[in-house]
């Protein structure tokens, strides 16, 4: 089992560029979530979704999209990078809701 | 409102002594559940224990235990006989029964380095 697969794992943008972060799991999980991580600011939800064509916001959805076409993919898109986005984003997963997640290996993103 | 609180924004040991960290959370949900996940230096988070609401009882696992207390919200993290292997970035997070939408909310993070 691959688990969940980020790519890529580090990426270099301009400011204005956009571009997707994909996300894929392969445990047939309904819940899927994207965080982002700040220093000492811990993880905080940007996006999730309970199912395929389910998604909803969470703390922090402002420049970032998201979709879920099926259960395993879980892409996120930025839609006009900025530097304020940069970050190290994890796509996660789990079979139900508190059961706790699994974690993706991150991907670094670096806004010029 | 939920929220997770890591006090502890960094701690610094020698091997083998023992170091607790610190977790205290808010929630009106009367079920929900806590975790400890751990970031190493390479970067991944490893999960390593969820707890429900429910279940009071402490927990050990070889060198880690678990002091869970609903009367202080409080969910802290005890490592004994610390080693260099430890050293990593840990975060302890909730999740609410009633969103079961797979939401983690997480504490700030306490960075633990451990001294050879």
């Known amino acids: 089992n691959a688990g969940v697969t980020q790519t890529p794992k580090f990426q270099v943008l301009k400011t204005g560029q956009s571009m997707t972060l994909q996300c894929a799991q392969d445990?047939?999980?309904?819940?899927m979530s994207w965080y982002r991580q700040d220093p000492g600011m811990g993880l905080r939800l940007i996006h999730y979704?309970?199912?395929?064509?389910?998604?909803d916001q969470g703390e922090v959805p402002n420049g970032y999209n998201v979709s879920r076409s099926t259960t395993e993919d879980f892409p996120l898109r930025l839609l006009s990078a900025a530097p304020s986005q940069t970050s190290v984003y994890f796509c996660?997963?789990?079979?139900?809701?508190?059961?706790?997640?699994?974690f993706g290996q991150g991907t670094r993103l670096t806004v010029v | 409102a939920q929220k997770v609180t890591q006090a502890q924004t960094e701690i610094s040991v020698v091997e083998k002594e023992d170091v607790t960290l610190d977790c205290v959370y808010e929630?009106?949900?009367?079920?929900?559940?806590l975790f400890w996940y751990k970031q190493p230096p390479s970067g991944e988070l490893v999960f390593l224990i969820r707890?429900?609401?429910?279940?009071?009882q402490n927990e050990i696992s070889g060198r880690y235990s678990w002091n869970f207390q609903k009367s202080t919200s409080s969910f802290n993290f005890t490592i004994t006989a610390s080693q260099v292997v430890d050293s990593a970035v840990y975060f302890c997070a909730l999740s609410e029964a009633s969103s079961n939408t797979g939401k983690l909310i997480f504490g700030q993070g306490t960075t633990l380095q451990v001294k050879p």
């Open positions: 929630t009106r949900d009367t079920t929900y559940y």
């Open positions: 445990m047939n999980h309904e819940y």
């Open positions: 979704s309970v199912g395929a064509g389910i998604t």
């Open positions: 996660a997963s789990s079979y139900w809701g508190s059961e706790g997640a699994f």
């Open positions: 707890r429900n609401s429910f279940d009071e």
